[in-house]
């Protein structure tokens, strides 16, 4: 059993480092386009739907992914990842309607990863909480 658990384990933790550290990393691009031109999956029906230029589009998308990416790495994983997974639905409805099908398929796949570790996350912290739980009662009844 214990075997199981630490292979869970070490796969919630691998999701979290990624889901924490990538979204973390593009945020950041969105600043210095290092990475890529940003502005090139905006999509002709986003921009005509802003009410801002894209560029203040992608910044403020880059403050929320840097948020996103800071919560899933902290105490508020859950949190961020549920929000980390509807970001990318949003992000693959706008690359489909940009004609990008195959990166669209990607963050779908991407989004269903989230959700798995926002998912094994709740369980991993109810089991700690359990194991808390039995560790008091031991220690009340050796008392």
Do not use: C
């Not at 691998?14 to 999956?41: E, I, M, N």
């Not at 961020?80 to 509807?86: D, I, L, N, T």
């Amino acid at each position: 059993m214990h075997d199981t658990t630490a292979r869970l384990e070490s796969s919630r933790i691998a999701l979290r480092v990624s889901f924490g550290l990538l979204p973390l990393l593009a945020g950041l691009d969105k600043f210095t386009y290092f990475l890529t031109d940003w502005s090139a999956y905006v999509g002709p029906v986003t921009r005509s739907l802003l009410p801002v230029s894209p560029q203040t589009f992608l910044y403020a998308v880059g403050i929320v992914e840097v948020l996103v990416g800071l919560a899933v790495l902290t105490r508020w994983t859950v949190i961020g990842s549920y929000v980390a997974a509807g970001w990318l639905t949003l992000i693959a409805v706008n690359l489909v309607l940009a004609g990008f099908f195959d990166i669209a398929v990607r963050d779908v796949v991407l989004a269903v990863g989230a959700f798995t570790l926002a998912r094994l996350t709740e369980v991993h912290d109810t089991a700690e909480v359990r194991v808390e739980e039995r560790r008091h009662e031991r220690a009340g009844r050796a008392a």
